[in-house]
């Protein structure tokens, strides 16, 4: 059974970099798409961006200019990095795997980790 | 991109069935049969319950069940359960590469 956990810093200042940790048990990051999803409080949910295990990635024209996601070293997790973040970036940040090839299914999501930006 | 459209809120008796509908265009949920339909309760992480518009993942019940026409989907719930009280997203790839949700839809059990 695979299970995803975030992890990371709770709280963000405005103008700085979020950067959160997706890691996988029972499963290998190989041969999968992986996404990062997330919901501002009392909203609905907004795709961030997906990676491939080769490492291609696509993300959400919207936020495109300031996401990164990689994989780590150790191929049991990967990473979401947000750039000058404001206070419309505080949300829940899911992780979630890709079911099959066609990145538009997510079977297995992590609990979630709420990220808020304030001084 | 624009995010799919869906009815703000549903309700339904139990029993009875109840139909969501998740419109997009020809650019998403028309141009390709990967929309996805998820249930989310209050602080839980969504759950995937219908994926390629119609099909269901193992251990999903049968109650669930999803369809399209044109730029239009929609997931189906018959035999309403209390249970099945929570919100629902909609999802479809894009002529992008990427991913769309639909803003949610809030089902309420009577």
Redesign the interface.
């Known amino acids: 059974q695979v299970q995803l956990q975030e992890s990371g810093p709770g709280l963000v200042k405005p103008s700085e970099t979020l950067s959160l940790t997706c890691i996988i048990s029972g499963g290998s990051i190989s041969n999968y798409y992986w ?1 990062w ?1 997330r919901q501002p409080p009392g909203k ?4 961030i961006g ?1 990676i491939y295990y080769n490492g291609n990635t ?5 936020l495109k200019s300031r996401v990164t996601i990689s994989l780590g070293t150790s191929k049991s997790h990967f990473s979401l990095r947000l750039s000058s973040v404001t206070a419309a970036d505080t949300a829940v940040y ?1 992780c979630a795997r890709v ?1 099959g090839t ?6 297995y ?4 980790t709420l990220v808020t930006v304030s001084s | 991109q624009s995010a799919l459209t869906q009815p703000a809120s549903v309700s339904g008796s139990p029993g009875q069935s109840i139909t969501i509908s998740c419109t997009g265009t020809s650019s998403d949920v028309g141009g390709y049969n990967y929309v996805s339909w998820y249930q989310q309760h209050p602080g839980k992480a969504p759950k995937l319950m219908i994926y390629d518009v119609s099909s269901r993942p193992s251990g999903v019940s049968n109650r669930f069940s999803g369809s399209k026409s044109g730029n239009t989907a929609s997931l189906t719930i018959s035999g309403l359960q209390a249970e099945d009280e929570a919100d629902y997203y909609c999802n479809s790839y894009t002529s992008s590469s990427t991913v769309v949700f639909g803003g949610g839809t809030r089902l309420t059990v009577l």
């Open positions: 996404t999803i609905g949910l907004e795709w997906y696509n993300y959400n024209p919207s899911y079911l066609t990145p538009a299914r997510f079977d999501w992590g609990q979630g």
